[in-house]
């Protein structure tokens, strides 16, 4: 079972920069696609971005891409989110899933583990 805990997230003003981190315990996070979903109030959590685990595969919504980059580090058991360029609709709760167990890697439904998230507020 692996376990996850998110951070990094904070009050930035519009146009300023954030790194959420996610580390993963309880099991290696390798060979899992990892990824970040949000979910801002009123709507459904939806995918931002996933990374592989051999390739280091990037995968983006269209709404961050030019933004946004994920990274991992398999050694300490982390994936990054670098924000920059925020703007006041990226406001959301941050979550990190892994286990991906297959389907559609922009789909909640493939990934077995999730974290409690971390609120990013980017004001105007």
């Known amino acids: 079972q692996v376990q996850l805990v998110e951070s990094g997230g904070e009050l930035v003003q519009a146009g300023g920069s954030l790194r959420l981190s996610c580390v993963a315990s309880?099991?290696?996070?390798?060979?899992?696609?990892m990824a970040w979903f949000r979910q801002a109030p009123g709507n459904e959590r939806e995918f931002v971005a996933a990374?592989?685990?051999?390739?280091?595969?990037?995968y983006y919504v269209d709404s961050v891409k030019g933004r946004f980059t994920i990274s991992r580090d398999n050694a300490k058991n982390t994936v990054y989110l670098q924000m920059n360029s925020l703007k006041p609709e990226d406001t959301a709760v941050y979550y990190c899933a892994a286990d991906f167990s297959g389907g559609n890697i922009r789909e909640m439904r493939g990934y077995n583990a999730w974290g409690q998230g971390t609120q990013v507020t980017v004001s105007s």
């Open positions: 990374i592989t685990w051999s390739d280091r595969r990037t």
């Open positions: 309880g099991r290696t996070i390798g060979p899992y696609t």
